[in-house]
């Protein structure tokens, strides 16, 4: 498990890894483990009646073993993992549904519709408020448009961070990229007049609100993953 970034360990901490066939292999043929019944050769050495020492080879019937090391025993490896996965669970446990669903949306590596619906009403209600908080003015048509409009930023902010990796660039940076993403997906067609003095503002609130979510999620994370580290 990756302790790098906040990010990483939320990702990483709902992700169990599984041993490879190969390496599963290895370790049961040198804990001497037979899983199914089989014939193996066995070298043997006899005395004749001249008292000449005879040495051959025979096929013998080597029954299926179980239970060589217990049920479900697990590599080192995975059970530190099992045990730093828990402390960051935890910790991710202590936070709002709201903030826990977010993280999940963008970091989990099983994430819900559940999750992206939760993540997509908060981020639009609390850009909203902001902006209206600021002094700024919606019609109703505009309101209705802005919830996908807050949709769609959400969508480019967890493809630059998705997984916890955050190195990948805003996929509909150019605005005409992002206009057309909006009316591909939910049918909604923005004007491209005054794009900066009509959309700017929200969308810039939109980005502002995920990344301040995104800091209070990750918060207890990180603070758990400062702890380990100084433990170590």
């Known amino acids: 498990m990756q302790l790098n970034s906040a990010r990483q360990a939320w990702h990483d901490s709902l992700y169990m890894p599984w041993d490879s066939v190969m390496a599963g292999s290895i370790d049961r043929a040198q804990l001497g483990i037979i899983e199914a019944s089989g014939y193996v050769r066995r070298k043997a050495t006899e005395i004749d009646e001249s008292g000449k020492e005879i040495s051959y080879t025979r096929l013998v019937l080597a029954p299926g073993i179980k239970g060589t090391r217990p049920d479900g025993a697990t590599s080192t490896g995975r059970c530190a993992h099992q045990a730093i996965a828990g402390r960051v669970q935890m910790a991710i446990d202590t ?3 709201e903030l826990k669903a977010f993280g999940h949306w963008l970091y989990s590596p099983t994430p819900t519709a559940e999750h992206r619906e939760s993540a997509e009403e908060t981020v639009f209600c609390i850009a909203y408020h902001s902006l209206v ?6 019609t109703t048509a505009k309101w209705q448009k802005a919830e996908f409009v807050a949709k769609g930023v959400l969508y480019r902010y967890r ?3 998705q997984g916890g990796q955050s190195s990948c660039e805003d996929p509909l940076a150019k605005p005409e990229a992002f206009r057309a993403a909006l009316l591909d997906t939910y049918g909604v067609a923005l004007a491209s007049e005054n794009w900066a003095r009509e959309w700017g503002p929200f969308v ?3 980005f502002d609100v995920c990344n301040d979510i995104d ?3 990750l918060r207890p994370v990180a603070a758990v993953i400062s702890e380990m580290k100084e433990a170590a």
């Open 204 to 206: 810039q609130t939109c």
């Open 133 to 138: 908080q600021a002094g700024g003015r919606m």
């Open 95 to 97: 936070l709002s549904s």
């Open 215 to 217: 800091k209070q999620a």
């Open 159 to 161: 493809r630059m961070h």
